[in-house]
C-alpha cells in the first residue's frame, strides 16, 4: 500500500499513540494519522518529562549538578556522569593555570564503568527493541546480566541506577577489592550469554524479516538529521567520538567500530532497523574488549593516587580549584551509549554554571520521525523507534 | 482419639476475607513508567526481584489493571493524564508511588519549573516507596503493604484510605553494608487522610 | 518512505580521523573573505568563533556546508543563551540583554568544527531559518523557541516543543518568573517555600524553619 492509497480512500483517524503506552520507551506521545494499517504522518508531542534540569544548572554548583547528569540518561548514567565531568575538565584545560589533572588509575576506572554501562544500556536497548517486536524472552535475558553489572555498581559506589560517581577530577571512590575478577568473570559470562542471545533472536528469521528494509537512512539523510551513535553507523557512517575525538585513554585502547552495511541480506538495506540492531550487538562485543584490555593495563593503586580523603587526599586538591572555571565556554562531546552527548557549558568565573546545554542523541533522533514514518505500518513505527533507540529523558531534559 | 494425619479441612471465613485473599494474590499493576524509577520497576519484574511470585504482571491497559505505580517524575504536562489513567483503572483500585519524584518532586523539587511536587494533588496515594530509585526490595515491600491494605478492602463499608510510608532504616540496607535482616522494617504512620483536595471518586458509603 | 527500493550505496562515506585531512583552506578565513559583515572573535578561554549578523546566517550556512573545503554536512548543536546577567556585559562585545544562538558545526569529510554566533535583542528574537541547510536544526529551533522565545521565520512547524501549549513564558531566560500556578494546582505546596536561591519570590514571609508535613 503506498502513500498515495492511504490519503485518498478512506477515513483517516487521528490516534494518540502515547504518552502512556508500553512501546514507546517512555512518556513520548506520537500523534498518528493512519487509516488503520498504513500510517500517513506522525508527529512526536514532547516534554512529558522534561524536568528543566538546564534550568537546574543555573541554580546549582559545578559538582552538584553531577547527580542531574544521571538522570539525563538514566539507563547509561555512567556515561552521562562521564560526559559532563569530561566537559567540565575540558573547561578548567582551556586555562593551563587551572588545568585538572586526573590520576591515570582515575581514567581506567572511568573507561571500565562506562563501557559496563554501555553494555547494560546497549542490552536494555535490543531487549526493549525485541519486547516491542513482541520477544518477551531477550529481554529478560538482558536483564538477568544487567542485574550482573548492576551489582557490581553498587559494591563500587552504592547505588544501582544513578550513580554519581564519576566526578570532576576522577571518580569518588577506588574500585572494591575484587572488582577487576568481578568484571573479568562477567565477561566471559557475557560472550556465552551474548551466543545464546544472537541465536535467540539476532539471528531469528521472523525478527530479522520484521526489521528488514523498515526505517531505512541512508548516510546522507542521517547526518542531515543530526543521527549520532549506533543509529548514525547503522546507516553507514564510521564515526566514532572515541576515535574521532578521544578523551581519557581511549587513545591507548583498540577496538573496532561496527558499521552497518545491509546484515539483512536480499530483503533488507543498508541503514535499515536490523542494521543498527546488529550494530548495538556487534559494539556489546567490543566493549568487552575494552574491558578486558582495561583490566590488563589499569594500574594498581599505589603512591601516585594519594588517598581519596576529602581533607589531605586528591579530592581536597581538585576542590580547590573545582570552585571556580575559567570564564568563557566549551562544547566537549563523548561517545554514550546512544550517541554523541555533547555538552556547551558556558562560565562566567563563578562556582554556579552560566549556562548548560545537552545535546544529546534521542532529541535528534526524535526529529526524524516525521520524516521517516510515511506510507509504513502501524507495526513497523515501533520498530523505527526501538531501533533508534529512543529514551525520553534525554529528549525532554 | 483424633488422627494426627487428619488436618482440618473446612476453613470459616467471610467472603469477603476470601475475595480479598483473591485480589491481594493478583495485583495486575499499569505499566507506567515514566523516569528512572520505571527502569527500577522494570528489574523488580525482572528475573532476580521477580514480582510475578506475588502475582503481579504488568498490563498494559488501565482498564485491565487494579494497581497503578507511579514511577518517575510527573510533569505538568502530563499530570492531567496521571489523572486520567486513573479515573480508566476499574474499581478497585489503588496506587503506589514510587520514588522521591512522584512522592514529592525528588531532586526537582526545588528549583524546576515543570515538575509537580508529588501526584498526590492530583491522585490519591495509598502507598508511598521513597528512594532515588528504591531498590527493588523496597518496592515489594511497598507492595506487600500494599497487600495488608488490601486484606482490609470492603465492598461494603467505610474504606480505609489513609497512606501509608514505607522507611527503610539505613541499618537494614544491604548496600551500606549494614546488618542482614530479612525484611527492611516498615512502619504505618497515619497521614493525612486525603491530600488531593479534589473529591474522591470512590464512594465511602 | 517505501521499502521497496533499494537504497544506492552511498560512496561519499567519511573516513576516519587517521586519514590525513589536510585542506589547504582555513575555513575561518574563507568564511571572512566571502562576507565581509561577518568578524572572528574569541571567548575569554580563547575558543575561536564567527559573529554573524542575523539576516545572513542562511547565506553563511549555505557557503559553510556547500564550499569543497569546509564541508560543514552537519549542525552538531545549536543552543540558546541568555546574557542578561553576564558580569561585566558592558565591556564585553554584547549589548547588556541579548540572546545570543550558537551553531556548532562539524564537517564528517574533514572532520573539523566551526563556531557561529548570532546575536539578537531580546525584545525583537528572529533570526532566518537554517531547516533548509540542515534539517535537524527544526528540532533544535522550536526547543529554543519554546525556551528563549525566539522567532524563527520560514521554520515549517515553529510551536512550543517542551512545554505545554498554553504554557506562559519562556523559562530559559534570566528574568523568567517561575508560575505560581498551572491546571489548577498551586506549585507551592504545603507552606513549602523557595527561601533561597535565584528564583525566591520576595512577598512571601520567610518561615522559622522548614515547614514539615505533607507526604514524604
Known sequence: ????????????????????????????????????????????????????????????????????????????????????????????????????KVPLRGEYIRVLVAELNRISSHLVAVGAMSMDLGAYTPFLHGIAQRETVNDIFEKTCGARLTYNYVTVGGVTHDL????????????????????????????????????????????????????????????GVAFDVRKAEPYGVYDRLTFDVPVGDNFAGSRGAKGDSYDRFVVRVLEILESIRILRQCLKDMPKPGPQDKPADPDT????????????????????????????????????????????????????????FEHLMRGIMIADIVTIIGSLDIVVPEIDR | MKDPTQQEQVHFAAVEDFLNWGKENSLFYLLFATACCGIEMMQTGGPRYDVDRLGMIPRATPRQADLMIVAGTITHKMASRVRLLYEQMTEPRWVISMGSCANAGGPFSKYSYSVLNGIDKHVPVDIYVPGCPPRPEALIDGCNELRKKVRKYRTLGIRDRSPVTIETTVAESRCLGGEQTAVAESRSRGVAESTTGQPSTEATS | MSTEEPRAVDPATPRPRDVATAVPVDPATAVLERFASVTAHVTDNRQPYLLVPAALIVDVTRFVRDHVDIRADALMSLSG?????????????????????????????????????????????????????WPVAGQFEREIFDLYGVDFPGHPDLRRIMMPDDWVGHPLRKDYAYPTGYGGVVLKRDGQHFDDGPYADPALPKPAKPAAGGAA
Not at chain 1, 477515513?11 to 502515547?18: E, Q, T
Not at chain 1, 542531574?68 to 566537559?87: E, I, K, L
Request: proline share 5%.
Open chain 1, 313 to 368: 587526599g586528591w579530592q581536597a586538591e581538585v576542590k580547590k580549584v573545582i570552585l571556580r572555571p575559567p570564564k568563557g565556554e566549551i562544547y566537549h562531546r563523548v561517545e554514550n551509549p546512544r550517541g554523541e552527548t555533547g555538552y556547551h557549558l558556558v562560565s562566567d568565573g563563578t562556582k554556579i554554571p552560566y549556562r548548560i546545554k545537552i545535546r544529546t542523541g534521542s532529541f535528534t533522533g526524535v526529529g526524524i
Open chain 1, 176 to 235: 572494591y577489592v575484587g572488582a577487576e575478577d568481578d568484571i573479568a568473570r562477567f565477561c566471559t559470562e557475557l560472550e556465552r550469554e551474548m551466543l545464546r542471545f544472537n541465536r535467540l533472536i539476532t539471528t531469528n528469521t521472523i525478527f530479522r524479516d520484521r526489521c528488514a528494509g523498515v526505517g531505512t537512512i541512508s548516510a546522507e539523510e542521517a547526518i542531515g538529521w543530526g543521527l549520532v551513535g549506533p543509529s548514525l553507523r547503522g546507516s
Open chain 3, 81 to 133: 543563551l541568555d546574557l542578561l546577567k553576564w558580569p561585566g556585559a558592558k565591556k564585553g562585545e554584547f549589548p547588556f540583554s541579548d540572546l545570543v544562538m550558537t551553531y556548532h558545526l562539524f564537517s564528517y569529510r574533514h572532520a573539523r568544527r566551526l563556531t557561529l554566533k548570532v546575536q539578537v535583542p531580546r525584545t525583537a528574537a528572529s533570526v532566518p531559518t537554517v531547516t533548509a541547510i
Open chain 1, 1 to 100: 500500500m503506498t502513500l498515495e492509497a492511504v490519503t485518498t480512500s478512506g477515513d483517516l483517524m487521528r490516534l494518540s499513540m502515547g504518552p502512556q503506552h508500553p512501546s514507546t520507551h517512555g512518556v513520548l506521545r506520537l500523534i498518528v494519522d493512519t487509516d488503520g494499517e498504513v500510517v500517513s504522518r506522525v508527529q512526536p508531542d514532547l516534554g512529558f518529562l522534561h524536568r528543566s534540569i538546564e534550568k537546574i544548572g543555573e541554580c546549582v554548583d559545578w559538582v552538584q549538578f553531577v547527580p542531574y547528569t544521571d538522570r539525563v540518561d538514566y539507563v547509561c548514567a555512567m556515561n552521562s556522569n562521564h560526559a559532563y565531568c569530561t566537559a567540565v575538565e575540558a573547561l578548567f584545560g582551556t586555562d593551563p593555570a587551572c588545568a585538572v
